[in-house]
């Protein structure tokens, strides 16, 4: 079996899409989960169903993810490889990840993009949660380390 290149595919394969993603580290800095998305409650007042309407940065950010190559739709089987159960299995495994963990980090990604289509609190839980903004800080800064080496 080849061996991947790692630097080779962050600095040519995924770079523009990792650089056009990472305009937004300082809007997930600066949002937590509550601030991407607030409850309609109907024009007419309170309504019995109620759903989330999302922040326009946070609609534009995830359209604009979902069309990358960083996009899995495999992305449950990334977790399973990885044994990840947990939210706390989750959070480490993007803490501690290295060049080599780049296809784990894409479907933790894929997962919470691709799955906000359909399960609105995904969207937000991924900025709850830090999610979002620590993938785009990891993918940003091995893109970086693999452009120096």
């Known amino acids: 079996m080849d061996e991947v290149n790692y630097s080779e595919l962050l600095t040519q394969y995924y770079a523009d899409d990792i650089d056009a993603l990472s305009k937004y ?3 997930f800095e600066a949002k937590g989960g509550k601030d991407v998305a607030s409850d309609y409650d109907g024009k007419q007042g309170k309504s019995d169903i109620r759903f989330p309407v999302f922040d326009p940065t946070l609609l534009r950010f995830a359209d604009e993810a979902s069309k990358t190559k960083l996009m899995d739709t495999n992305y449950m089987y990334g977790y399973r490889s990885a044994h990840i159960s947990t939210v706390k299995q989750e959070s480490d495994a993007i803490s501690h990840a290295l060049p080599k963990d780049l296809d784990l980090l894409r479907a933790i990604l894929s997962r919470y993009v691709l799955e ?3 399960k609105a609190p995904r969207w937000i839980e ?4 830090k999610v979002f903004l620590n993938i785009l800080i990891k993918l940003r800064d091995m893109k970086n380390a ?4």
Do not use: F, K
């Not at 991924?126 to 949660?129: H, L």
């Not at 693999?146 to 080496?149: D, G, Y």
């Open 126 to 129: 991924g900025a709850e949660r």
């Open 116 to 118: 906000g289509r359909y």
């Open 25 to 27: 580290i300082s809007y």
């Open 146 to 149: 693999a452009i120096v080496h």
